[in-house]
């Protein structure tokens, strides 16, 4: 059993052929997909498909490269999304400084938002990061040592790349990484940057249709493609394909509550 943590198939790059894109996926054993959201609109469009494809998850959040258009009003509904029980976590939220920084201030106030909803309706939360480690893990460790239920702030570092330094500061917050078509990179360093974390903290994830790995990279990602991100964890750490999409499907079925996966 396979399980990819992180999936935008919402968006219009499988307009055309979703139904394919799901059934290679379950081919290859993919039995749980999760939706992360990016803003409002894609919450809806995510239910829709959950409704048509159980093999759907749906998470609620505002990815950070929109928070500069977000309102209050916009919060206001993540936090009404939140409560629904179709939603199993909030995001993805978090930094990026990549593309613009103009608003840090805006995307470090909606990323504490986000942690306090995501403890206050217990549910696992997936961080976005981008050129932002050091203020992300500072802000995470700030708010939950300021919670009432630090326990319940937990959940997914997603695409994660290191460095090593940061890859124990996540591990020291409690949270799992997400290892997606990056890890799978020639000279990325992302191997090298987690090969201290314990396999029963990753899961794995594609970003689809981004960041899809070698040998198809620059291509459409897809679920599918998880596959590889396996092969290469396997290869790595010495185990079979088999035990990593075990002990990896395992966690991700922790993390997330996935009831009826086990």
């Known amino acids: 059993m396979k399980i990819d943590t992180h999936a935008h198939l919402y968006l219009d790059q499988f307009e055309q052929d979703l139904e394919q894109v799901i059934e290679r996926a379950s081919q290859i054993g993919i039995k749980a997909i999760l939706l ?5 609109p894609s919450i ?11 093999i759907f998850h749906v998470m ?7 928070v500069h ?25 978090g930094l990026d400084y990549y593309w613009d ?21 217990n549910k696992p939360i997936v961080f976005h990061d981008r050129e932002a480690s050091e203020d992300l893990v500072r802000i995470v460790g700030e ?4 919670s009432p239920h630090p326990e319940r702030i937990r ?19 409690g949270f799992h990484v997400g290892l997606g078509g990056t890890f799978t990179f020639k000279n990325g360093g992302v191997p090298e940057a987690v090969s201290d974390i314990p396999l029963d903290r990753i899961v794995l994830e594609t970003d689809a249709p981004y960041l899809a790995p070698a040998p198809f990279r620059g291509k459409r990602n897809e ?13 790595i750490r010495g185990l079979t394909v088999s035990e990593i999409e075990s002990i990896t499907s395992r966690n991700a079925i922790e993390v997330f509550g996935l009831q009826g996966l086990e």
């Open 101 to 121: 920084t103009t608003f840090k201030e805006k995307q470090q106030d909606f990323v504490r938002r986000h942690i306090r909803l995501a403890a206050s309706v």
């Open 223 to 235: 679920p599918s493609m998880l596959q590889y991100v396996a092969e290469k964890l396997a290869s």
């Open 69 to 93: 258009a977000a309102t209050d009003a916009d919060f206001l509904k993540i936090t009404d999304w939140a409560s629904d029980e179709r939603i199993i976590a909030i995001g993805e939220t």
């Open 155 to 173: 959940g997914v570092f997603h695409c994660f790349g290191g460095p090593a330094h940061i890859s124990q500061a996540v591990l020291d917050l």
């Open 36 to 40: 992360p959201a990016i803003d409002l």
């Open 143 to 146: 708010e939950k040592a300021l």
């Open 44 to 54: 809806e469009k995510a239910l829709e498909l959950r409704e048509k494809w159980p």
């Open 60 to 66: 609620a959040a505002i990815h950070p490269c929109e």
